[in-house]
């Protein structure tokens, strides 16, 4: 079946280090892949998507390549502010037989620190 | 790994109608559930949160006697939309953890659809 993995948190980094969270997928067809934020407190935000090979999703900083070929959507920031503290998931989605699936990864804590 | 099953995952119903959906965990015991609901083209809205034993805490704007959530057990939620309305179709998502801070784990997710 489909699945999603993501690195077990918790990152602590230092404001303006470099961010890296990896996400590897497995899917039949061609998923649309996601990543989503949680600040605390709050629901899932979309932060960013990319629904075919080699697109690059980009948003506040944040960036992730998909590579088919790799399996892999990894998310990155080059500047990582305390702002930016909050849980990041990983995600797929397959439309099998006309409906739409979403499979999340478990999601990874960020904590940054001043 | 740890296991959520969603059920069902695809509902038809008429307008009136009430529709339960269930959201267990199959191999932890699930503190806290989430229920989620997503809009065509949009991202997941956390509707309510859920602990064992208590009284769900729903978000602002979610009506709590339209969208009733029960969280009897460790290991089962359930999502009930009453006299459910055409508005109501959407595609709605658990996730449960073992603790509020412990990593979210997602059912495949129930697409509602009330004609």
């Known amino acids: 079946g489909d699945s999603v993995t993501q690195m077990e948190g918790p990152v602590t980094l230092s404001e303006e280090a470099f961010l890296t969270i990896n996400c590897t997928y497995t899917?039949?067809?061609?998923?649309?892949l996601f990543w989503y934020v949680q600040y605390p407190g709050e629901g899932l935000q979309l932060l960013l998507k990319?629904?075919?090979?080699?697109d690059k999703g980009s948003n506040k900083g944040f960036e992730a390549t998909y590579r088919k070929e790799t399996t892999s959507f990894h998310l990155e920031k080059g500047s990582v502010q305390v702002s930016d503290s909050a849980v990041y998931f990983c995600?797929?989605?397959?439309?099998?037989?006309?409906?739409?699936?979403?499979?999340f990864g478990t999601g990874t804590k960020l904590q940054v620190i001043p | 790994g740890a296991v959520v099953s969603q059920h069902p995952s695809r509902v038809i119903c008429k307008s009136g109608t009430s529709v339960k959906i269930e959201c267990r965990s199959l191999d932890f015991q699930a503190t806290t559930m989430f229920w989620y609901r997503q809009f065509p083209k949009q991202s997941l809205m956390l509707m309510a949160t859920?602990?064992?034993?208590?009284?769900?805490?729903?978000e602002q704007g979610v009506e709590k006697d339209k969208f009733l959530i029960n969280h009897a057990s460790l290991t089962l939620s359930t999502l009930t939309v009453t006299s459910a309305h055409p508005e109501d179709s959407s595609f709605y998502i658990c996730s449960a953890s073992a603790d509020s801070g412990q990593p979210q784990h997602f059912g495949d997710g129930t697409r509602l659809s009330i004609l």
């Open positions: 990319a629904t075919k090979a080699d």
């Open positions: 995600a797929l989605k397959v439309n099998p037989g006309g409906y739409q699936k979403v499979t």
């Open positions: 859920s602990n064992e034993g208590s009284k769900a805490t729903y």
């Open positions: 899917a039949t067809g061609y998923p649309s």
